[in-house]
């Protein structure tokens, strides 16, 4: 398997992608801070993710780089509540994307949960 194929990895990419989209519209005056960190964080999710997999063959590198991955998704949901709280993003559009960072999470969970269906085992 791919770490393309990953689920949380498809997930994690659409997320940035469409915080991406989004943040084009955010003031000049959060360029940098608001809108690089939402951007810096949702990225290196997926990128994070990435590495997991490839680290995969050493348990506790791979549970590491999961938690990783879960942290800097969380810091995403934070930027997603800021943006909301300051009239950046419309209530449906926060829903959408807490929705899919909540899917993200879940799936991170799941993969330190089990490893071994992929490709790694038990710490």
Do not use: H
């Amino acid at each position: 398997m791919d770490y393309r194929d990953l689920l949380a990895y498809k997930k994690s990419f659409t997320l940035a992608m469409l915080i991406f989209e989004v943040s084009k519209n955010f003031p000049k005056e959060e360029k940098y801070s608001l809108t690089d960190q939402i951007r810096r964080s949702s990225r290196s999710v997926t990128v994070t993710i990435t590495e997991s997999y490839r680290k995969r063959v050493y348990p506790k590198n791979f549970f590491s780089k999961l938690t990783d991955a879960e942290a800097e998704n969380s810091e995403t949901q934070v930027w997603l509540d800021f943006s909301k709280a300051c009239g950046y993003l419309l209530e449906s559009k926060y829903n959408e994307l807490t929705g899919l960072n909540n899917e993200v999470g879940k799936i991170l969970y799941y993969m330190m949960n089990n490893p071994d269906k992929f490709g790694s085992s038990k710490i």
